[in-house]
């Protein structure tokens, strides 16, 4: 197997190739496991690690350039894993970048695989962020998805051309609708969610953090660990279980701000959890405001796709792997 | 007010003109009735009737290249009713160039409008077959779209594009999901719809005709005079009467293809009902089988769009404009 890994670089990039190169193996579309022997970390940046492994192979180059395209289809892929973005925050700022990325780079990528000699399987990070405007309170498999951000309809977009292709047998794709992932580690960045590892990660590290939403603001959530799961398991799942429709919403688990504050409590005590100043952003708000924040994810779970048990857990995961000074031992 | 209608020579597009040229103005943003100065008929073919009205320029080019889009909004552009498409059928077929026009087209245009002085009105012919898969007795503005054919998604994407950047004021944008449109005069098209026109159409001028569906087979059908009131009518509707939705499922009428040979029969009489002859094609009668033929059409209504009568009167209104002599004498 031939693997294709966009965003390779990225948070959710180097978590998955590191994964996969301890699975060692993905199922091919006779349902067998076959060995990977080679995973193309395609990124824009060039810092993927590749822990000294022959069979990571580093690229660097913009998805909507053909020759980056042509470099990572060299030989043929068996495999994307499609995760490369332009967040929602910088998505919204900048309408061609996302335009350019995340509409055209899906594109660029799915002619590609159109021209692969069997269809590769696809998967697609999608988002939460393609449900907006009037949403019911528990937004299920059957409700309308309804962007109000233009990463929202660039995600939509993408799936929708999956879908298409998927359907006229280009690729094999799954298009998963990823919830928050929290708590993600190293730097703040331009999404729109970024505050929500923020308020976990800074003062786990000592560091005050600013949480631009009420804390009554509700969010869906998942882990870093749950969602490789997750998407190594989309990719494993045979074509004809799919039915009708590529894209999923994932099983997250809902939370307020104060919930994540009273786990930051009871993992990193008190000391942690005033270190979240509360500070209004407009901006912020109104984006975060129009996502879902629950859901009846009856069809992932169907499908065998997992959840995080609540959020205490997330957090005390995050403790200990990137911050065991801060515990305070952890009765919560 | 200068007009851009893109599929200008093609069917609606011809009405459309006609109708612009004797109504005269178009609301402006402030919803007065502003003079059209100048109507550009954009079309991939040179055949746009002009009427001899000095007011209508044609231009033939194509929608994904820049110099015709160029050409088309040299000195700005006030409204744009984009009809132009490639059909499903022909979409079905030709990938590429389903793409190329369906989705790069409307994408040029919107970019366009995006340069324009002031953000255009953007009237989309969008279609119910962005509807697809398992689907309700009755759709109604809560279903889900989810295009089970190429055209679908294309529709469904440009949708999706003009809601966010309505959104973001690059236009002012208003996507009508246009039901089957008959009776169409002329030839048959590449549409997998062309048979509904055609087993009206020919049978009153004398001609055997195909239909390649069963005759329970259920369409959602509006006619021509109907539509283009419709696309008038939603341009003038004022911006914030669309809230968070941009697009729209048009108040057609269900009818059988049982419905409309009846109906055929009550205006042409039987030697005209007996020229239709059922002999199936799998392609079209799997495509057409999952198009939605019955709507709840409450926000249309709502919003003031029309609906026709019944079936009888639109194969009526057909026959005395463009078959007089096939008609019986009316006792439907």
Wanted: charged fraction near 20%; aromatic fraction near 6%.
């Amino acid at each position: 197997m031939k693997v294709l890994v966009t965003g390779g670089a990225g948070f959710l990039g180097q978590r998955l190739i590191r994964a996969l190169r301890e699975h060692g193996t993905l199922r091919d579309a006779q349902r067998a496991p076959q060995p990977i022997r080679q995973i193309v970390a395609l990124d824009a940046a060039d810092a993927t690690d590749t822990g000294d492994d022959a069979r990571v192979r580093r690229l660097r180059g913009d998805l909507a350039d053909p020759a980056t395209i042509a470099a990572a289809f060299e030989g043929g892929i068996d495999s994307v894993f499609h995760l490369a973005a332009v967040v929602s925050g910088a998505a919204e700022a900048d309408f061609d970048l996302g335009m350019r990325v995340n509409l055209d780079g899906t594109r660029a990528l799915l002619d590609a695989c159109r021209r692969c000699a069997a269809p590769p399987r696809f998967v697609f990070a999608s988002s939460v962020a393609v449900f907006g405007g009037a949403l019911p309170d528990v937004v299920t498999d059957a409700t309308t998805p309804a962007p109000q951000t233009s990463y929202g309809v660039q995600k939509l977009t993408g799936e929708l051309l999956i879908g298409d292709c998927s359907r006229r047998g280009y690729v094999d794709g799954r298009a998963l609708r990823l919830p928050t992932i929290v708590v993600r580690p190293g730097k703040p960045n331009a999404a729109a969610s970024s505050f929500a590892s923020g308020i976990i990660r800074e003062p786990l590290a000592g560091v005050d953090a600013i949480c631009p939403v009420a804390d009554d603001a509700a969010l869906w959530l998942m882990s870093p660990a749950t969602v490789i799961r997750n998407l190594l398991h989309a990719h494993e799942i045979p074509a004809d279980a799919w039915g009708t429709s590529r894209a999923l919403n994932l099983p997250g688990l809902t939370a307020t701000v104060r919930d994540m504050v009273t786990a930051l409590r009871a993992v990193g005590g008190a000391a942690a959890a005033d270190r979240v100043r509360f500070q209004r952003d407009e901006r912020i708000a109104h984006i975060v405001s129009g996502w879902p924040a629950r859901f009846d994810a009856a069809r992932a779970l169907q499908l065998g796709f997992t959840r995080d048990a609540d959020i205490t857990a997330i957090v005390r995961d995050y403790a200990r792997q990137h911050a065991p000074q801060a515990q305070t031992g952890g009765n919560a």
